[in-house]
RNA sequence: GGGCCCGUAGCUCAGCUUGGAUAGAGCAGCACCCUUCUAAGGUGAUGGUCGCGGGUUCAAAUCCCGUCGGGCCCGCCA
């Protein structure tokens, strides 16, 4: 499946090769650099641009100017072509405007809902995890952010025909749940009086306080270890408050439009012994090592000088060895993540069973591991992908060598670590030990923000007057809210560290989500007021396109045209920016193009409109892929 | 000591994978545009040593080397 701009830049690409090979036989010049030759250029110039002719001179011994007018005179036309011209070395393409045109509607008609989708993923299974926040705290703003860049690439797979599982880790084993599971013994009663995770993260806070009062340290090590074993008093407890507070997180991931299709749940890893299985692997491949002697002997180790290989990380003239079990027996965190990644991959076949938790809001069951239940085919995945932050890099590379070390390094490539930026405030951390997360004013959670862009949004909606169902005007200032939020976060690259503010975070001008709606909603408007009924289904349908001008209208086919190329794009970097950055250019072109030609004007009204719903399809679309939906009306 | 990430307009960012024509948006500020499809909008002007210094190249924000500033990682923590 090709996207309009893309089919014509692979045409544009052989018409030149086929120039160069016959000018220029043996030129060295190959396909491949003839496409990459190939760019957008400033509308002035035209629609495509070849600077192969600038490369092409040295070898030639001819100036870029004589060689790019030689290909343009000699390039084959079509009935897509108006015009080709040489201009500064380049050779230029000028398309026809009514042709293009009706090739970008046909498409965009065709495909409809699926319009820039494409097959690329061929039903391959992608395992995608995020947010595996500590089971005892609310979404905070940074978790937000992990949890809709998992979201939103989960959604661009998706659209590129992956078959997409999305899984979330559930450390019930931490140290983080011990130390609140001795707190609710240790601290006094108090009544859970609001949202679950909000409450038990206020608890843990007050937790840390009494922890270093007390001294505790070992009581908590022993509530750990007996957490550990299934079925004790400690077990139970830690997985029982775990799930409620996830349930609360849950709801949390709701309101944003985030939803799950399987929770993993460490205790249930350790259950279904794949720790044993997979340390049988490394060992038996040579991959992990018994140092007799050395500061880690007892332990088992992987041995970091045989890792060169996998990175400069590994060049460590302080480390030599990475400790994988201790010398007591007991599994590192490193150990665990590689048998979960055995088990995500399909080298280890666990026993999980799995219970259903129930119907989401957007009709996909949750599923979660558990000690008995149905059995599920997660996992076995052919590329995982991980929504961790940059802190975690060393580790992620770490469990890459690993697995390749013992055998599997197909598998093991097949790891993408989507790392991102911490999101930070002025006031310091957001750390759920020391509670930097309740804030001063107002607390920095998922939950408040959403609050406050809701409330945001319905001061604006109310005051602009356009709307009087009360009804209405609520649920499109929870659209809105949703909308701000999610494009602030997602239209910056995931690497770039983040200082939180509330004004940036809270956005509803120029590049935002609360734009892109409003340029839809009002797009929606022109085609009910112009009583638009679909493409004209008329014999001379193709009349319309006589309407088509290089002007503001072109601009806008031609983005149309463009969907599908930023689509792959994105979803062969993990990215979600160049999506955001997309919706900016459309809206903002069809700004252009609508202040500028009068859509129900005169006799182009027909061509206008069609454009106008084409735009529309294409922009939910788009949105679509950050999680924002679309309005009739704001 | 070793490794990774970030540095682009006053502010927030895109562009860097795969080098190409005068470096793009938004916000703030300036001047305009609501009797004409919704002003959460549009137009115009202003604003840049792409951290700095070298190198490669016909061509560098983009690639390479060095350097400065900020952040992160390198544990028998998770």
């Avoid at 491949?32 to 011994?61: C, H, T, Y």
């Avoid at 938790?357 to 996992?379: H, I, P, R, W």
């Amino acid at each position: 499946m090709e996207s309009p701009s893309e089919s014509v830049r692979l045409w544009f690409a052989s018409a030149i090769a086929a120039v160069v090979e016959k000018k220029y036989p043996g030129s060295g010049i190959d396909n491949a650099q003839v496409l990459n030759s190939i760019s957008v250029p400033k509308k002035e110039f035209g629609d495509l641009s070849s600077s192969i002719a600038i490369r092409l001179s040295k070898i030639a011994k001819k100036s870029p100017r004589e060689i790019a007018s030689e290909i343009s005179t000699a390039l084959e036309r079509t009935d897509l072509v108006k015009e080709v011209l040489e201009a500064g070395g380049y050779v230029n393409l000028m398309l026809d405007e009514q042709k293009y045109s009706k090739i970008v509607f046909d498409a965009v008609n065709t495909a409809g809902k699926k319009y820039g989708a494409n097959h690329d993923g061929n039903g391959r299974t992608v395992l995608i995890e995020f947010p595996a926040v500590n089971p005892n705290k609310p979404w905070h703003i940074g978790h937000l952010r992990n949890a809709l860049l998992g979201d939103s690439i989960s959604r661009i797979l998706d659209f590129c025909s992956y078959n997409v599982e999305r899984e979330d880790y559930i450390d019930d084993l931490g140290l983080q749940i011990a130390e609140i599971v001795w707190g609710s013994r240790n601290l006094p009663q108090e009544p859970v009086n609001k949202k679950f995770d909000q409450w038990l993260g206020e608890q843990y806070v007050k937790v840390n306080r009494m922890m270093e009062e007390r001294n505790a340290k070992a009581e908590i090590s022993e509530v750990l270890k007996r957490m550990e074993e299934p079925g004790t008093l400690e077990a139970v407890a830690a997985r029982d408050m775990s799930m409620k507070c996830v349930r609360a997180q849950y709801e949390t991931a709701a309101a944003y439009g985030i939803y799950h299709d399987v929770m993993v749940w460490e205790s249930d890893i350790v259950h279904a012994k794949l720790l044993d299985k997979a340390l049988k692997i490394g060992i038996d491949s040579g991959a992990l090592e018994r140092p007799a002697q050395g500061k880690n002997a007892g332990c088992l180790v992987m041995n970091l000088d045989k890792a060169r290989e996998f990175g400069k990380a590994f060049e460590n003239p302080n480390e030599h060895e990475k400790v994988i079990v201790r010398s007591d027996g007991t599994a590192t965190y490193v150990a665990k993540d590689m048998a979960f990644h055995m088990w995500k991959l399909g080298i280890l076949d666990a026993d999980f069973r799995y219970a259903n938790l129930g119907m989401q809001a957007n009709g996909v069951a949750l599923y979660s591991t558990a000690s008995k239940g149905e059995e599920m085919d997660f996992g076995r995945a052919d590329i995982v992908v991980n929504i961790i932050g940059s802190a975690q890099k060393y580790p992620q590379l770490i469990l890459k060598a690993m697995l390749s070390l013992a055998g599997y390094p197909k598998k093991a490539a097949s790891i993408v670590h989507v790392a991102y930026g911490e999101v930070s405030v002025d006031s310091g951390s957001l750390s759920g030990r020391s509670g930097g997360w309740m804030g001063e004013e107002k607390a920095y959670t998922a939950d408040v923000l959403l609050e406050e862009a809701q409330k945001k949004a319905l001061e604006a909606t109310e005051k602009s007057k356009k709307i009087d169902d009360s009804s209405k005007i609520s649920s499109i200032s929870q659209e809105i809210g949703k909308a701000a939020i999610k494009f602030e976060y997602l239209r910056v690259s995931p690497e770039k560290p983040v200082v939180f503010s509330w004004s940036s975070a809270l956005n509803f001008e120029g590049n935002s989500g609360p734009y892109c709606m409003y340029s839809y909603a009002r797009a929606g408007r022109i085609l009910k007021k112009g009583g638009y009924s679909g493409m004209a289904k008329r014999q001379d349908s193709d009349l319309i396109y006589k309407s088509a001008t290089r002007g503001q209208d072109f601009e806008l086919v031609k983005l149309i045209g463009g969907a599908g190329e930023v689509v792959k794009k994105a979803a062969a970097g993990y990215t979600t920016s160049v999506i955001a950055d997309y919706v900016i250019d459309l809206t903002s072109t069809f700004s252009r193009f609508y202040e500028s030609m009068h859509v129900l004007g005169d006799e182009s009204k027909e061509y206008r409109m069609e454009l106008v719903h084409i735009y529309m399809t294409t922009l939910s679309n788009m949105l679509a892929l950050l999680g924002i939906g679309t309005v009739d009306e704001m």
